[in-house]
Antibody
């Protein structure tokens, strides 16, 4: 079946980096874009941006430029989110989400909790 | 940026009642590119409605969406115990994509 499986929870110190993976299965990876969504503890959903899985071209929402990088490895149908110079306010669950043909997010990963604490 | 305002923040209802959730946009949502998601604690969001009124695959017909332009509604007829959750609207017609702040439907 169509699914996105994300990497496990991470505990990092401030200033460190983290790389979250999102492995797709059950469909042709390059036929759909991949989006990233952040959810801070007890808060709502925040769109971080998306990556074109054909070209690898990323688009970042305001507030997610500089320290956030989207990348791909199409050979293993996997998208990545890397966050550098981590801050306490980066503590959140990060989701990858695939848009359907109309662009609503019909498939979501299970989420990856990233905790930044000294 | 299109700002989505959801109301009420919390809705306290009993099983079997009808829930009516509102999502108001700061400007018109193009081509009714408005979606609704359900999220339960510890789970990823689940797509319920896309295109303002089309149910996603496998979504029961007690869920319905309506509206256009700047005013959208999600209606849940005859609340089931599994429907108590947080609901988010999202517009995906213009960048940046944006989500509303959510409405929590809780058991009264």
């Amino acid at each position: 079946q169509v699914q996105l499986v994300q990497s496990g929870s991470e505990l990092k110190k401030p200033g460190a980096s983290v790389k979250v993976s999102c492995k797709a299965s059950g469909y042709t990876f390059t036929s759909y874009a991949m989006n990233w969504v952040r959810q801070a503890p007890g808060q709502g959903l925040e769109w971080m941006g998306w990556i074109n899985t054909n070209t690898g071209n990323p688009t970042y929402a305001q507030g997610f430029t500089g320290r956030f990088v989207f990348s791909l490895d199409t050979s293993v149908s996997t998208a990545y989110l890397q966050i550098s110079s981590l801050k306490a306010e980066d503590t959140a669950v990060y989701y990858c989400a695939r848009p359907d043909t109309g662009a609503a997010f019909d498939i979501w990963g299970q989420g990856t909790m990233v905790t930044v604490s000294s | 940026e299109i700002v989505l305002t959801q109301s009420p923040g919390t809705l306290s209802l009993s099983p079997g009642e009808r829930a009516t959730l509102s999502c108001r946009a700061s400007q018109s949502v193009s081509s009714s590119y408005l979606a609704w998601y359900q999220q339960k604690p510890g789970q990823a969001p689940r797509l319920l409605i896309y295109g303002a009124s089309s149910r996603a695959t496998g979504i029961p017909d007690r869920f319905s969406g309506s509206g256009s332009g700047t005013d959208f509604t999600l209606t849940i007829d005859r609340l089931e115990p599994e429907d108590f959750a947080v609901y988010y609207c999202q517009q995906y017609g213009s960048s940046p994509l944006t989500f509303g702040g959510g409405t929590k439907v809780e058991i009264k």
